[in-house]
């Protein structure tokens, strides 16, 4: 089945540091990748959408310039937190469209999530 | 633009007891639909999903769901809750391939011995 390798799976980082989030899938070629943050008790946002090769796309409301997205090949997307904050505290997941799921046929496969704490 | 309703945050069912999670969904199109579950610290799961042919679904541990256009509905069920589905699930739905998922808030299911 399809598998996507996130990590991450924790960091802790300084206030105004930068980390860097990486997002692959191991056995199909992810042609969109989907980047998601999750708050405590809560649901899954959409934070961007990236296709291989081109900008990402920014839901409303998401600084671009602070996460920064890069989709470089069909196998690996990733995600920059430039000059973290306490705020930027979250659950990051990231999920792939292209393979196929364990249920079988086309579906979404997610990444095991970055917990990212910044001190 | 889709969108994913979860009736109850909080179900709790006893050990042994049938599992009903509630989704309905609103969507301009037919579309897919998708249930996961969520460990705690963990990344998300896929249970099973509907896209298009048999309306009753079956998936991975246990777990079926059927969709109902008439209803807009996606229910989530499992005949006999055991201690390891304690968890949040969440129903989702797109319209597109390779557009992002919209969830629904989440059902934390807890089971009780």
């Known amino acids: 089945g399809a598998v996507v390798s996130q990590h991450p799976s924790r960091v802790i980082c300084k206030s105004g540091t930068s980390v860097k989030i990486e997002c692959r899938s191991l056995?199909?070629?992810?042609?969109?990748m989907f980047w998601y943050r999750q708050f405590p008790k809560q649901s899954l946002m959409l934070m961007a959408t990236?296709?291989?090769?081109?900008?990402?796309?920014?839901e409303q409301g998401v600084e671009k310039d602070k996460f920064l997205i890069n989709h470089a090949s069909l196998t690996l997307s990733t995600l920059t937190v430039t000059s973290a904050h306490p705020e930027d505290s979250s659950f990051y997941i990231c999920?792939?469209?292209?393979?196929?799921?364990?249920?079988?046929?086309?579906?979404?496969?997610f990444g095991s999530g970055t917990r990212l704490t910044v001190v | 633009a889709q969108s994913v309703t979860q009736l109850g945050s909080h179900v709790s069912v006893s050990e042994g007891a049938l599992v009903l999670l509630r989704c309905n969904y609103s969507?301009?199109?037919?579309?897919?639909l998708f249930w996961y579950v969520q460990y705690p610290n963990q990344g998300l799961q896929l249970l099973l999903k509907?896209?298009?042919?048999?309306?009753l679904v079956k998936g991975i541990n246990g777990f079926e769901a059927e969709f109902k256009k008439s209803e807009t509905s996606f229910h989530l069920t499992k005949p006999s809750a055991h201690m390891s589905d304690a968890a949040e699930y969440f129903c989702?739905?797109?319209?597109?391939?390779?557009?992002?998922?919209?969830f629904g808030k989440g059902t934390r299911l807890s089971v009780i011995a």
């Open positions: 999920s792939a469209s292209g393979g196929r799921s364990p249920a079988g046929g086309y579906g979404y496969t």
């Open positions: 056995d199909f070629q992810a042609t969109t």
């Open positions: 990236s296709n291989e090769g081109s900008k990402a796309t920014y």
């Open positions: 969507s301009s199109v037919p579309p897919y």
């Open positions: 509907y896209t298009t042919g048999a309306t």
């Open positions: 989702a739905v797109s319209d597109l391939r390779n557009t992002p998922l919209v």
